[in-house]
Structure formats: C-alpha cells, structure tokens
C-alpha cells in the first residue's frame, strides 16, 4: 500500500485544529508531483486529508464533500465534524463489505460550532411549531450552578480530529499520523501536546515534528501543506520547511 509513502500529521488545540499533508505525489521511489494538495475541505469548518491509492483517495474525498454540500442544500444545516466523521466512516464501511473498497486513510479535523450557529442561511424558526408563544411564561425552576456551567461548555466552539483508516476504524484523537510520520512523530506529539497549546505553540510543535521528518526519514517528502480551522473557518498557513536541521 503506497500511503505509508505519504505524510499526514493532525493536532488540536484550545481553538484549533491543525492538518498538515506532504506534497509529494510519489508511485514507488519516482516522485511525480512536488506540490500536490492531500486535502479537501468538506464544509466552512472542517476539512480532511487523505493518503493512499492515487484514484481512491481523490474520489472519495470529492464524493463525501459532495454529499455533505447536498445535504446542506437539502436540510439548510450545517453538519458538524462528528456527524461528518461518523458518515464518512460508514460509506468506508460499506464499501469495504463490497467488492469495490477504497483504499485511504484520512485525518478529518474541524470545529463543532453550538447549535445556534449550524444554519448557513440563517432561517427563523417556521410558523406554528410552538417555538415562540404570547402566552404568560411558565413558571421555571432556578437553574443549578453545575447545569450553568455545562450549558456554557456547550456553546463553545470545539476542535475536533478524527483519525480513520482503510478498514473503517474511526477514533476521536487529539493528535494523530498517518504513514511514516507515526513512526517518528508520536511521541514528539504525546510528549508536548496539551488541550490548551496555542496556535502558535502548535506551530512550533508541528515544526518540531518535520524537523524529525527531516532528520530521520530517507524520503523528500516536498514539505507540508498545511491547513488551520478555527471558528473563523479554513485558512491555509504558510508553512517554510527550513532546510537547516535544529541542534538537538
């Protein structure tokens, strides 16, 4: 399988989600293409990269990224990473049980937004579905202080990253690799990624991260594309490879 040959690296943050891909395109030790994007943005907050075989791996990131774009048309709501994720896993599940499975392996990273900010074009609730009332407000019971603070946890936005393979293993991960990259990049990741690492920390960690790339692996691997989603949306990050390797 030649998605070992392929870099994909992901991590999250307080407010983030980082997702980095290698730009080489390779077929065995020929490299093709020096700039190729291993990503696809599937919604205004999550995107995906992918690795392994050439034809799958293209075709099926634009046949999940065009249904959840129908389903947004359809519904008028946007879905969520987790809901994306679970999707996404179970068409891989499907077509495994076929005689037509998809060789990828991905990483989906995104935001979970609070429900009140789902709707992209911001349609008030219909007519008669008892939404609002004249009537005289009922009387409700005082709210507890652990229930304010759990309805508060909930309106923030959250990063999520989900790791999944060929065989439709889906799993929720702070950090995660695909190809190479786990072998060298793993423990760099679980030794100094935290929940609450800035995005500027996150950067100097995913360095750190090619910088062992570049130390140990026998591969030019044309450097990272790198893509960032915050509440903003997706932004694609400048991201210099540095030729010089850091002392250690």
């Given at each position: 399988m030649s998605s070992t040959m392929d870099i994909l690296i992901g991590l999250t943050g307080k407010d983030f989600c980082i997702i980095a891909a290698s730009k080489a395109a390779n077929r065995g030790p020929t490299i093709l293409k020096a700039t190729d994007d291993k990503t696809q943005q599937l919604s205004d907050h999550c995107t995906m990269a992918y690795s392994g075989e050439a034809g799958?791996?293209?075709?099926?990131?634009?046949?999940?990224?065009?249904?959840?774009?129908?389903?947004?048309?359809?519904?008028?709501?946007?879905?969520?990473?987790?809901?994306?994720?679970?999707?996404?896993?179970?068409?891989?599940?499907?077509?495994?049980?076929?005689?037509?499975?998809?060789?990828?392996?991905?990483?989906?990273?995104?935001?979970?937004?609070?429900?009140?900010?789902?709707?992209?074009?911001?349609?008030?609730?219909?007519?008669?579905?008892?939404?609002?009332?004249t009537s005289a407000p009922s009387q409700q019971p005082e709210p507890r202080p652990e229930q304010e603070v759990l309805d508060a946890e909930s309106e923030k936005p959250k990063p999520k990253l989900y790791w999944l393979d060929y065989l439709a293993t889906c799993a929720e991960v702070p950090y995660a690799c695909h190809g190479y990259a786990q072998y060298y990049c793993l423990s760099l990741l679980d030794k100094h990624h935290h929940p609450d690492i800035s995005l500027e920390q996150g950067m100097k960690l995913l360095r750190m991260c090619a910088d062992e790339l570049r130390r140990r692996l026998p591969i030019d691997y044309k450097g990272l594309e790198v893509k960032v989603v915050t509440e903003k949306g997706v932004e694609r990050m400048d991201f210099q490879d540095d030729p010089t390797i850091m002392p250690v």
């Open positions: 799958d791996t293209v075709q099926f990131a634009e046949f999940i990224q065009a249904n959840i774009s129908l389903y947004t048309t359809r519904n008028s709501h946007t879905l969520q990473p987790p809901a994306i994720a679970s999707f996404t896993r179970n068409e891989l599940a499907r077509a495994l049980r076929s005689r037509n499975p998809y060789t990828v392996n991905l990483l989906l990273g995104g935001i979970s937004l609070p429900s009140s900010q789902t709707s992209p074009f911001g349609f008030p609730p219909a007519a008669g579905t008892g939404v609002t009332s």
